[in-house]
C-alpha cells in the first residue's frame, strides 16, 4: 500500500464569496416566511431526488445511522453539529440481550472490561469531536431512521415528532464493515437543543453554505489501494460566541455532499464528488472499505 497526503490551506474573508459590501435590505415578515417555505420545499425536492432508502442495507449487519438536522432561520439553512463530551463513553452490546445497549463510562470499563469481549465494546466517539448525533442499531430499533431520531433524542432532546426526515443518503463504511446511513431532516423552527451532558457538551449551528465556500478551509490528500480520496477540514467561527470549531472527517463529508445537493453548486475548492453524477461518485467514496480512520 502507498499512501500520499498532500496538504492545503484556503483562509477566506468574509467577504471573500460574496459580490458587494452591502448586506441584504429587510424583508416584510410575510415576505420573510414565503422565501423560507420556499427555500425549504426546494432543499425537500432535491433531497428526495438523492433518496436511496435500503438500497444498501444488505451490505453490512453493522448498522449505524447519523441524523443530519437542518434548520431554516431567516433566509438561511443551517445544519446542527454537537460537541461530544470530555468524559469518555463505552458502547456494550450485551451478547444474548434484546434490551437497550448501554454506556459505560471509562472507570467502569477499566473495571469490568478486562473480562469482556472487546468486539462487544466499542469506544462511541471521541472526547471533543464535532459530530452529527447518531449511533449504533439497537435492538429495538425498526431501521436506520429509528436509531437516528432515538440517538437524537438521547443526544440533544429531539423528539421525533419535531424532525421531517426527507431522506437517506448513500451510506458510509467506517472501520472496513460498519455501515453508517445518513438521514437527513429537517427540524421545528422553534426547536431548543437540551444536550445530554453525558454525551454533548456543546451545540452550534453553521449555515450549509459555508460548506461550499468556507472562511477557513484546510484539504488533504489520501491514497489508498489506489483509490484517491479528499480530506475535508473546514474551522468555524460562531459569530455570537467567537467559539472556534473544527469540523472534519466522515461529518465534513456528509456536510459538503449535503450542501451540494441542495444548493446545486461546486464549492470553492476540490472534491471527490461529481455534481452531475453524485450517488455513482458516492458510491466510490463512501463505499469503498478502508481501514483507515482518516476517512
Not at 445511522?65 to 431567516?74: C, E, Q, T, Y
Not at 469506544?123 to 471533543?128: D, Q
Not at 415528532?161 to 448513500?170: A, I, T
Amino acid at each position: 500500500m502507498r499512501v500520499r497526503v498532500r496538504t492545503r490551506c484556503f483562509p477566506k474573508s468574509p467577504a471573500a464569496c460574496r459580490k458587494g459590501t452591502a448586506g441584504p435590505m429587510p424583508r416584510p415578515c410575510g415576505l420573510q416566511e414565503s422565501v423560507r417555505n420556499n427555500l425549504i420545499d426546494d432543499a425537500k425536492a432535491r433531497l428526495k431526488k438523492f433518496d436511496v432508502g435500503t438500497r444498501y442495507s444488505h451490505l453490512s449487519p453493522s448498522k449505524y445511522s447519523v441524523l443530519l438536522p437542518l434548520l431554516a432561520r431567516g433566509e438561511k439553512l443551517y445544519l446542527l453539529f454537537t460537541v461530544r463530551s470530555d468524559k469518555r463513553f463505552f458502547h456494550i452490546n450485551i451478547p444474548g440481550s434484546t434490551s437497550h445497549s448501554t454506556l459505560i463510562t471509562e472507570s467502569t470499563w477499566m473495571a469490568i472490561g478486562e473480562g469482556m469481549d472487546q468486539e462487544k465494546c466499542k469506544l462511541r466517539r471521541a472526547p471533543g469531536e464535532v459530530c452529527f448525533p447518531g449511533g449504533k442499531r439497537d435492538p429495538v430499533d425498526a431501521d436506520d431512521t429509528a436509531t437516528a431520531l432515538r440517538e437524537a433524542q438521547e443526544e440533544v432532546g429531539l423528539h421525533p415528532h419535531q424532525v421531517e426526515v426527507v431522506s437517506h443518503l448513500v451510506p458510509y463504511f467506517i472501520n472496513n464493515n460498519d455501515l453508517v446511513t445518513p438521514v437527513v431532516g429537517f427540524l421545528d423552527p422553534d426547536f431548543q437543543a437540551q444536550p445530554n451532558a453525558d454525551e454533548v457538551k456543546d451545540v452550534f449551528l453553521v449555515p450549509l453554505d459555508y460548506f461550499l465556500c468556507p472562511q477557513v478551509y484546510y484539504q488533504s490528500h489520501f491514497t489508498h489501494s489506489g483509490y484517491h480520496f479528499v480530506l475535508h477540514c473546514f474551522e468555524y467561527t460562531d459569530p455570537e460566541t467567537g467559539s472556534k470549531y473544527l469540523i472534519k472527517g466522515m461529518t465534513s463529508k456528509l456536510a459538503v455532499l449535503a450542501a451540494l445537493i441542495i444548493f446545486e453548486k461546486s464549492p470553492s475548492f476540490e472534491t471527490e464528488f461529481d455534481l452531475h453524477d453524485l450517488i455513482p461518485s458516492c458510491e466510490k467514496t463512501f463505499l469503498h472499505r478502508c481501514s483507515s480512520s482518516k476517512l
